[in-house]
């Protein structure tokens, strides 16, 4: 039996308008009574998630920033891994086109350069919101993770390639939506911070399941005993991860309906 769930929120455990289905948090809370160790592993910031762990009652450990954060059942900090000031410097002057809408997360805030109003969608249960700001104010500071919003494929695809060919080996670069790239410090991503939470809590790899849509999450589920990919995810990953099981979508409670099949039946 498994004894650890890791859910991603976007895509995965939250539903297309960006909230958590009463059925979903039911079958959470059923599951977490029977003492299975419930944690949620996302991209998004520390302030934004831990509304969402608190509306399902977890009293786990949580990540954040596609693991660059993360914080412990009463949401002290306890691992944090910034990109270096010097670093952040030369991300921040690297050049984009205007189609891009490029956002920074720095400890407890998240600035932009311009408004994004469709960004306000998804935050909308939190609460949590990005304060407008000169990224040159920024330079010479340490950045939790950048992001680059762009709905152009072809120009984010090659601005990918772009990133990873300047900043080889000094980032993790990966796709956390299909319009979304997200830049964090080598090393940091959830399946790192997931072997470290489990290793806290006494649990071994292979006795967590976890549940996820986006590239951001590939490793993650590649490391867990059992990693479902959801029916809605960026098709890149089901090529990446052919074996894994593909379950039902986050707009039919796929995660909730599968663990009450694999607890509650």
């Not at 160790?37 to 302030?47: P, Q, Y």
């Not at 911070?193 to 649990?203: D, P, R, S, T």
Request: net charge negative; hydrophobic share 35%.
């Amino acid at each position: 039996m498994y004894k650890a769930v890791i859910c991603d929120l976007d895509g995965t455990l939250l539903n297309s308008k960006h909230t958590i289905s009463e059925y979903t948090k039911t079958i959470i809370s059923k599951v977490h009574a029977k003492g299975v160790k419930v944690f949620i592993a996302t991209g998004r910031h520390h302030r934004d998630a831990v509304a969402f762990k608190r509306m399902l009652g977890l009293d786990s450990f949580l990540i954040t920033s596609n693991g660059a954060k993360i914080h412990d059942e009463h949401d002290n900090e306890i691992f944090s891994h910034n990109i270096p000031a010097d670093l952040a410097s030369e991300i921040i002057s690297f050049p984009m086109g205007e189609e891009f809408h490029r956002s920074i997360y720095q400890n407890d805030l998240w600035f932009v350069e311009e408004e994004l109003e469709e960004a306000e969608e998804f935050h909308k249960e939190s609460g949590f919101t990005h304060t407008k700001k000169d990224f040159n104010e920024i330079s010479g500071e340490e950045v939790t993770k950048f992001f680059y919003i762009c709905n152009d494929s072809e120009k984010l695809r090659t601005f990918e390639e772009n990133v990873i060919e300047r900043f080889k080996g000094k980032l993790n670069v990966t796709l956390s939506q299909i319009n979304c790239l997200e830049l964090m410090q080598r090393g940091v991503s959830k399946g790192t911070a997931i072997k470290e939470i489990l290793a806290k809590e006494g649990i071994s790899i292979g006795e967590a399941v976890a549940f996820g849509d986006g590239l951001n999450d590939l490793d993650m589920l590649s490391t867990v005993g059992k990693g479902l990919i959801m029916g809605n995810c960026n098709y890149k990953l089901q090529e990446a991860l052919p074996d894994h099981e593909v379950i039902e979508t986050n707009d039919e409670d796929g995660v909730a309906k599968y663990l009450a099949e694999l607890f509650l039946d």
